[in-house]
């Protein structure tokens, strides 16, 4: 992006406003999800469009540690989809777990 941003809105995401990178990612995300037919994008879709995005300090530091970016793309892709259910029965147990509500283990990720 190059130019003046004078007077342009900034995208907000959950109320907060997002730079324009964040901005960029997140409507990246937003394509990934649609094309790999997600209703709405998910953790691996930022995670594409981090990498699409290819700047980001995410980036530099998966470069450091020598990730292959291409390989993690492929990766990601390639992961099975967990039911987005079943996603939600993890996050909303695991965050019972974390609050001290109920006293059990964290579940096992699906």
């Keep these: 992006m190059s130019g003046s941003t004078e007077g342009m809105q900034r995208p907000e995401w959950s109320g907060k406003k997002l730079t324009p990178r964040a901005g960029v990612v997140s409507e990246i995300a937003e394509i990934e999800a649609e094309r790999l037919g997600a209703p709405a994008p998910e953790a691996e879709h930022h995670l594409l469009a981090l990498l699409t995005e290819g700047r980001s300090l995410a980036v530099?530091?998966?470069?450091?540690?020598?990730?292959?970016?291409k390989r993690l793309r492929g990766e990601v892709l390639d992961a099975p989809q967990i039911p987005?259910?079943?996603?939600d029965r993890y996050v909303r147990e695991r965050e019972l777990y974390l609050s001290g509500v109920g006293g059990r283990r964290p579940p096992a990720r699906p």
């Design 60 to 69: 530099a530091v998966l470069l450091d540690l020598g990730v292959d970016l």
């Design 84 to 87: 987005p259910d079943t996603r």
